[in-house]
């Protein structure tokens, strides 16, 4: 492409200020020459073209005092095809400019001086009024050819003077120098842009800063971040003609793209994942990782000849990435794809640059908002979902705010708690029915707020019912380290407690139920080993021995069987299977344990068979049968009573169908009513002097209940002190589909 040449600087301003000093005063001409030495500067200096044409503009502005002015230029020549563009200078009017003046200078020579009529175009959307402009406008050529038009509009129709044409028309090879060699420039580059560098931007016509204004008004609404990428991406299709687009946020951390929002795409381009998840894309791959990772807006005209930039669509040819920049590195990129290679003119990604630079902190305002409220929503979470209570009091005790748990582990109505509550007050008075030692929550109240700067724990017991809590008051402090209340959390430690209860509890038994027999095992062994008896004492001290060793091993699987049993390893092995068997051996078992009692059998002759584990069930009526033989020390009526239960007989957490009802009475000591519902705990004992003299685990009915619960029955019990107990526990008759997954009977 031919070139003007290139004079260099000195030459080219001593003959430019030659020709315009010539006609001119000595101080004009001064005034002119220095003018001409700075514009020249300018127009040459190491920088985009479109800074040193923003800057010739400034230099220009006090000579001309020009309104606004304008640089179109044509990169390779003035021919149909061929890159043009449009450089605007900044703070522009909203008044489009006249194409039709541009092209008549374009074709012709200078228009000096010129008043027109310029208004606003409504396609803006606006009403301005109709006023008269000065008008300069001059053709920048060199030998044959048209490099560009220069044009300057004035206020109130104010006359270009004389000189100012001559200053330009000494700029003028100048100019041409400079956009000749941007020409050269980008037609080395292959594609536009060979390694996605995006050729000298433009400033915007009035009409896109009309567009840019109307988008600010509704960034600075906006504080969701979907909602502001939404409307970037709107925007951005619409006023640049893309087929398709996207914007990313991006990730630094994973070096990746998180896909927010797009349009345009096929459906299954960017689907949501499962969990609400946004799809993710590596930024090492495409013209977006690129443009992120360099910060910069990044051009491709025909993706089909760049095989390392993939488009982020099928079917697009031409893409722009442009970053939008928070605190110096891209924080979301805008994808923009077109099938037309032509598609981005300097003009969209100027255009697509502003939008960027002007989201950039309503972006990062936004960012900051949904950070702050989802760390504001998961912070909420764990204040409503901690089973610790927690509540926030000021300086003087009134309830600032509370979760869910602190009502709850009070015992507070929370309508009650919603309204003016003060600690030192209400809550004393809320409880007090529960208190032990009302002075000692009182105290501790009147602690916490007279020595607001310490920390404070103590352990309240309440009853009806009873439960444990442990209260930790600690203060809380403002940005300047001040004081502003305390934080109560209080936890239930009723389990703690009652775990540390079963664990002495678990060691005195077991500590008492092993010495007994093996103090009896250990006698009469030593006995037997130091000195000779006569037969019948070493049959009977061999069957003392015998007996207590039983109860070691009675111990020690009572042990196994629950610990299995929390730990949830019992599994039952059901058959269809009938009852009246398992009456017959439990008959001969015991037969050896009935010396003083009378064992009454009542059976239903019509009784259905059941779906159990036959030796868990004969376990279950085994250990009711020998606990009411062990309760009922002085001898009596045992009774084992077997039917099909009605439905007026179950206990009110039972579950509907038809059962097998199995009823234990005796007539021994009986259990006071305080002690009817404990029973079933581990390790629990009634404790007077017969439970201690008769002994035991304490875990025989636990692990009965849990067998029979296991059968998706239910056992409870009936008593009146000294007047004997009946225990009754239901099992699942067979039915049909039962019967199908096991055989008939074993």
């Not at 239930?492 to 008492?512: M, P, Q, Y």
Request: negative net charge.
């Amino acid at each position: 492409m031919e070139a003007p040449p290139f004079w260099g600087g000195n030459v080219c301003l001593r003959a430019a200020a030659m020709t315009a000093a010539m006609a001119l005063p000595t101080d004009r001409a001064t005034e002119a020459l220095a003018v001409l030495a700075e514009a020249t500067h300018s127009i040459h200096a190491d920088q985009p073209l479109q800074q040193r044409v923003h800057r010739l503009f400034e230099v220009l502005r006090p000579a001309l005092r020009f309104r606004d002015a304008r640089l179109t230029c044509w990169l390779q020549s003035a021919m149909p095809g061929t890159v043009r563009q449009q450089f605007y200078s900044v703070d522009g009017w909203p008044y489009p400019w006249d194409d039709e003046l541009m092209r008549r200078v374009a074709l012709g020579t200078t228009i000096e001086g010129r008043t027109i009529v310029v208004s606003n175009a409504a396609a803006l959307g606006e009403h301005l009024p109709t006023i008269q402009a000065g008008y300069l406008g001059l053709p920048i050529r060199w030998g044959s050819r048209l490099w560009g038009v220069l044009e300057f509009r004035a206020e109130h129709s104010q006359r270009f003077d004389p000189v100012h044409c001559d200053i330009l028309a000494a700029l003028a090879p100048q100019l041409a120098i400079a956009v000749a060699r941007e020409g050269r420039q980008l037609a080395e580059s292959p594609a536009g842009a060979s390694d996605g560098e995006t050729p000298a931007g433009l400033t915007l016509t009035p009409q896109r800063q009309q567009q840019l204004a109307a988008v600010d008004r509704h960034l600075e609404a906006m504080l969701g971040v979907h909602e502001l990428l939404s409307l970037l991406l709107r925007r951005a299709l619409e006023h640049t003609g893309a087929e398709a687009g996207a914007i990313a946020l991006v990730d630094h951390d994973a070096g990746e793209l998180v896909i927010y929002v797009y349009e345009g795409y096929p459906q299954e381009q960017w689907r949501q994942l499962p969990n609400q998840q946004r799809q993710r894309l590596s930024w090492e791959r495409g013209l977006a990782g690129r443009a992120a990772r360099l910060g910069r807006a990044l051009l491709v005209r025909d993706v089909t000849l760049q095989p390392d930039l993939p488009p982020a669509g099928p079917g697009a040819r031409a893409e722009l990435a442009a970053p939008i920049l928070v605190e110096g590195r891209a924080a979301a990129v805008i994808i923009l794809d077109s099938p037309r290679s032509n598609a981005f003119s300097e003009e969209e990604l100027a255009f697509v640059r502003a939008l960027c630079e002007r989201a950039a902190l309503p972006l990062h305002r936004a960012i900051h908002y949904q950070n702050a409220l989802e760390s504001a929503n998961h912070l909420g979470q764990v204040f409503t979902s901690l089973p610790t209570g927690l509540a926030l009091l000021d300086t003087n005790g009134k309830v600032l705010r509370a979760n869910p748990s602190w009502f709850g582990l009070l015992g507070i109505d929370r309508e009650r708690g919603h309204a003016a509550f003060h600690v030192p007050i209400d809550l004393v008075e809320t409880l007090l029915p529960r208190l032990q030692d009302p002075l000692r929550l009182t105290e501790f109240c009147a602690a916490s707020l007279n020595a607001p700067t310490e920390h404070r724990v103590m352990r309240l017991h309440l009853i009806n019912p009873a439960q444990d809590l442990q209260i930790l008051s600690v203060p809380t402090y403002d940005s300047r380290h001040r004081v502003t209340g305390r934080l109560w959390a209080i936890s239930d430690v009723t389990r703690e407690g009652e775990a540390e209860r079963l664990k002495n509890e678990f060691v005195s038994i077991v500590s008492h139920e092993l010495r007994t027999p093996l103090t009896s095992i250990l006698g009469y062994t030593e006995l037997l080993l130091n000195r000779e008896f006569t037969a019948d004492e070493r049959r009977q001290f061999i069957s003392t021995v015998y007996v207590e060793a039983s109860r070691l091993s009675q111990l020690v699987e009572d042990l196994l069987n629950f610990s299995r049993l929390e730990a949830g390893k019992v599994k039952l092995n059901q058959w269809v299977t009938s009852l009246y068997g398992i009456v017959a051996e439990l008959t001969t078992q015991l037969h050896t344990q009935l010396e003083r009692h009378r064992l009454l059998f009542n059976v239903a002759p019509d009784l259905p068979p059941v779906f159990i584990d036959r030796d868990k069930v004969k376990q279950i009526i085994f250990n009711l049968l020998t606990n009411a033989i062990k309760y009922s020390p002085g001898g009596s009526e045992i009774s084992l009573e077997i039917r099909e239960a009605q439905e007026d007989e179950f206990p009110g957490d039972h579950p509907p169908g038809r059962f097998v009802l199995v009823a234990v009475h005796d007539q021994g000591i009986g259990i006071a009513p305080e002690d009817l519902s404990r029973i079933w705990e581990r390790f629990y004992r009634v404790d007077n002097t017969n439970t201690r003299r008769i002994g035991g685990t304490g875990l025989g009915l636990s692990i009965t209940r849990a067998l029979v619960e296991l059968h998706g029955g239910r056992i409870w019990a009936e008593s009146e002190l000294g007047q004997g107990s009946s225990f009754f526990f239901t099992l699942p008759v067979a039915t049909e589909p039962a019967a199908g997954r096991k055989a008939r009977s074993r």
